[in-house]
């Protein structure tokens, strides 16, 4: 096996199992033992018009991009094909939907990182982390966007349909993944790096505050807490 096949193997086949390790560990064993962390620091007392734009343009974004990515990525084709989905409309449908949410995403973004840079007392209340996963996040978007006009000369969806392979076959433990994006272009390869690297830096980041806002959905679905007055005891 020589170096370039070796690289692509460890970053698309085992990388990608040390980042989720880390990932879910990671969040868990901060949650037991740092629960005062865990939050996203909020500054929103100092320039709350520009965090109000930009944090609001960044979540839309990056909601909707998560969304995208792990219905289009981890739902198996026949399912697509069932719903009557093809490949084609599927990659047209990537494009127009990522080319917004990302535009949405690095435009909160550019607001969120000239604010907290700009700013001397956001800066005196930030920590490096929270600066890095600003700029890894930045990245990762303009790699997204800059991979819509790669997408764009594979139309019918046939690169698309390797990512799929990729992600299904990492999720599920099954061989051969990182074959499948040996020859993809260097853009989507940087963009899964990065995306990998995202998670594998996330316990240590306020980004964990995301796990309490998926927590919050199951608060809705808790039976309601019956209280009786004193008198009614007797």
Not at 40 to 45: F, G
Not at 79 to 106: D, N, R, S, Y
Not at 173 to 184: I, K, P, Y
Request: hydrophobic fraction near 50%; glycine fraction near 10%; charge should be positive.
């Amino acid at each position: 096996m020589d170096f370039k096949t070796y690289l692509n193997q460890f970053l698309f086949g085992y990388y990608p199992y040390i980042c989720l390790a880390v990932f879910f560990l990671g969040s868990l064993i901060r949650f037991d033992r740092e629960q005062y962390t865990w939050k996203s620091d909020s500054s929103q007392l100092l320039r709350h018009g520009q965090l109000r734009w930009g944090s609001n343009l960044f979540h839309i974004g990056v909601l909707g991009i998560f969304a995208g990515h792990f219905t289009g990525l981890l739902t198996p084709l026949r399912i697509w094909h069932a719903l009557g989905i093809m490949p084609a409309e599927k990659q047209l449908t990537a494009i127009v939907g990522g080319g917004i949410f990302g535009l949405m995403c690095v435009i909160g973004l550019a607001i969120l990182i000239h604010r907290r840079l700009s700013d001397p007392r956001v800066s005196a209340s930030s920590r490096p982390a929270d600066v890095l996963i600003l700029f890894m996040l930045f990245a990762q978007v303009i790699l997204g966007l800059a991979g819509i006009p790669l997408s764009m000369q594979h139309m019918d969806g046939s690169e698309m349909v390797k990512f799929m392979g990729w992600a299904q076959r990492i999720w599920s433990f099954r061989g051969g993944a990182a074959d499948l994006v040996a020859n993809v272009s260097i853009v989507f390869k940087l963009h899964l790096v990065l995306g990998l690297t995202i998670f594998l830096v996330f316990p240590f980041t306020r980004l964990v505050h995301i796990w309490s806002g998926f927590a919050s959905v199951f608060y809705l679905l808790r039976p309601y807490q019956l209280t009786r007055s004193r008198g009614a005891n007797r």
